[in-house]
């Protein structure tokens, strides 16, 4: 009896995500003599869809039908692969890397597609795509709406908005649906942000990403202790549409895809992103002009460095975040792989968790389609039910808008029949007739129009024990050796300005950080424009034992003492860099954490003689990340 009552808890929960597939999950609560009525109506409706539709669905010839599903089923027959040596990856059977199950899938492939050819004029046309998809939305989950809509009025509005505007129940379900069936839960959070952003009723991008994101988080992304529902999403809803209007998101965000918008938003704090920005923004700015499988979630190589045994809060009497925590002292797999999907999120780039067993990665959106980073291939993460494969090929195949749209009507037909779902969890096996075929048209579409799949990245950095690199971790250069070979390094283009030391009328002189002899990137320092582009900054990387220089030389009229400070911002704590003046005195300079926000550091008293005059930079180990913007020298009275 347990060993029958554990399985179908495991069915439960495999079944339990309905987002991106038409499937009903179980649900055991009772309805009120209100609710009984409600599905008895809203089953009235199936009954009748299904019969209108039923009539009008194309037929297959039965041979073909016959042959492409008994190859189907081979797939999900095939003996499942060994694990001799216990490893932790271990083979999976049903994946590309297994070659029986490559021939099986092909030849079902090969099937399918003449299945497809007789259907092709209905799942390519136009006809009763409302009904099918209030078809699918009813047999997926009359039920929950009905517990729901019994709850009272208000929620009964929500569900008679759904069910009774056409075009929305299109939307909902081109978008994949609501997780765990709970449709009435996404209508309100719809219904609360449309009260509170034009934009979200009168924008197709706004209204789509709004409806999206409540479909994906229908009981809140994050709600803080004390805060009511749905205000929590709209707060969510209302920060990072203000942060588009101003531009702070990236540039690719408003061309996103309403299906891509469901993953924009985090299972953080909206505190944690809003610093997430200020970081990238302030502290790493060159992060926002790399490649997209890094962009942003870079921070990660550059600044957790992989740490075992962290007792969290590191340092309590601060009171941070736990994003701000990691940046303190690194962590091991998951606050780097946490930190890694904070910092894409933060920008409007839809990611999602990518674990793996006994390890934790992220995936996340391109504009080459979505990557994994941190971990190892599709093959085996996972995340609510679905396996990285499964949801890979989804996100392939809805590239081509408008070709997917015969996976839906696939699906929902599927629905009118009331099939089974492809088992989310088992790449490409089970399904009913409908259903499975529309897992050979993702296929089918991935393959036709040549949708190449991305190659994870980071993997080797995934569970280093070394310290946190930098960008120019790749390059091999020893500072200091006259032998070395010359590298070439991304260079920043200076004006004269941002090499010019000034003095104003009260003598105040400042430097800025570029005016110094060397103004060139290396293995440590990345000279780099800040985000806007105003002013160059340096950033101090953590990586290697080994310090750097940099000479600032200026030349005063009359020797005295100068209070020095610089403009720095920074993300960690108990640090300090040093100042050689005149190749005498060493000055050590106090960093403050200043939560990415840029400072000045306290006042040193330094020394400095008329005529020429040399600071030195440099930290030493263990250091960790700084940015600096300038430092300035004003006369002690």
Not at 39 to 46: E, I, K, N, P, Q
Not at 89 to 112: H, S
Not at 315 to 341: H, N, S, V, W
Not at 568 to 588: I, P, Q, S, W
Request: proline share 5%; charged share 25%; net charge positive.
């Amino acid at each position: 009896m347990n060993r029958l009552f554990g399985l179908k808890l495991l069915i439960g929960l495999v079944l339990a995500y309905s987002s991106q597939f038409s499937v009903r999950a179980e649900n055991t609560e009772l309805l009120s003599e209100g609710g009984q009525k409600l599905l008895a109506s809203y089953t009235a409706t199936l009954d009748s869809l299904r019969a209108e539709i039923k009539a009008a669905l194309p037929k297959v010839d039965s041979v073909k039908k016959d042959s492409y599903y008994s190859l189907h089923a081979k797939v999900g027959k095939l003996p499942k692969l060994p694990n001799p040596q216990e490893l932790k990856m271990a083979p999976v059977t049903f994946a590309p890397g297994n070659p029986a199950y490559v021939e099986a899938q092909r030849n079902a492939l090969i099937a399918a597609r003449e299945v497809m050819k007789d259907a092709e004029v209905f799942l390519k046309g136009k006809e009763m795509h409302a009904k099918l998809a209030k078809c699918a939305l009813l047999h997926t989950a009359a039920r929950e709406m009905a517990v729901y809509a019994s709850q009272g009025d208000e929620e009964k509005s929500h569900i008679e908005m759904l069910l009774n505007d056409e075009q929305l129940i299109i939307d909902v379900m081109e978008l994949g649906g609501a997780y765990q069936n709970k449709y009435g839960q996404a209508i309100r959070n719809y219904k609360a942000v449309q009260k509170v952003s034009r934009n979200a009723v009168e924008n197709d991008f706004y209204r789509l990403w709004a409806l999206a994101s409540s479909l994906e988080h229908p009981d809140g992304n994050y709600v803080r202790e004390g805060e009511a529902m749905p205000d929590a999403f709209v707060n969510f809803y209302k920060n990072y549409e203000e942060a588009s209007l101003k531009g702070e998101l990236d540039p690719a965000f408003l061309g996103l895809s309403g299906w891509n918008c469901r993953f924009i938003f985090p299972f953080r704090s909206l505190d944690s992103m809003v610093w997430m920005r200020k970081v990238i923004r302030n502290y790493r700015p060159d992060l926002m002009r790399i490649g997209y499988q890094w962009r942003y979630c870079r921070i990660t190589r550059t600044d957790i460095p992989y740490v075992m045994g962290v007792s969290r809060p590191v340092r309590p009497e601060m009171k941070l975040t736990r994003i701000q925590d990691y940046f303190l002292e690194g962590g091991i797999c998951g606050p780097r792989a946490f930190t890694g999907r904070a910092a894409t999120h933060a920008f409007g780039i839809p990611s999602r968790p990518a674990p793996q067993r006994g390890h934790a990665a992220i995936s996340h959106w391109t504009p080459d389609g979505w990557v994994t980073v941190f971990g190892a291939h599709w093959t085996y993460n996972y995340f609510r039910g679905q396996c990285g494969l499964d949801f890979q090929l989804e996100s392939s195949a809805r590239m081509k808008t408008e070709l997917y749209r015969q996976v839906h009507r696939a699906n929902w037909i599927g629905d009118v029949y009331g099939e089974g779902i492809v088992a989310r969890m088992q790449f490409g096996v089970g399904g009913g007739f409908w259903k499975s075929l529309a897992h050979y048209i993702k296929l089918a579409i991935v393959e036709d129009e040549k949708v190449k799949e991305l190659e994870s990245v980071g993997a080797e950095f995934a569970e280093s024990t070394e310290a946190a690199e930098s960008p120019n971790s790749d390059w091999s250069e020893e500072d200091g050796s006259p032998e070395q070979k010359k590298e070439v390094y991304p260079q920043v283009e200076l004006t004269d300005a941002d090499k010019t030391i000034t003095t104003d009328a009260n003598g105040v002189i400042t430097i800025p950080v570029a005016a110094c002899s060397k103004p060139e990137s290396s293995k440590k320092v990345r000279f780099m424009k800040s985000f806007d582009e105003k002013f160059v900054q340096l950033h101090y990387a953590l990586i290697g034992e080994r310090p750097e220089l940099r000479t600032y030389k200026l030349k005063l009229p009359k020797g005295g003492k100068y209070e020095f400070t610089a403009n720095v911002t920074t993300v960690t704590v108990d640090r300090n860099f040093t100042m050689r003046v005149n190749r005498r005195n060493m000055y050590n300079i106090a960093i403050p954490y200043t939560s990415a926000e840029w400072m000045d550091t306290k006042p040193v008293v330094m020394e400095l003689k008329e005529g020429s005059n040399k600071l030195q930079l440099t930290m030493k180990h263990p250091n960790k990340g700084l940015s600096i913007r300038s430092f300035t020298l004003k006369p002690v009275k």
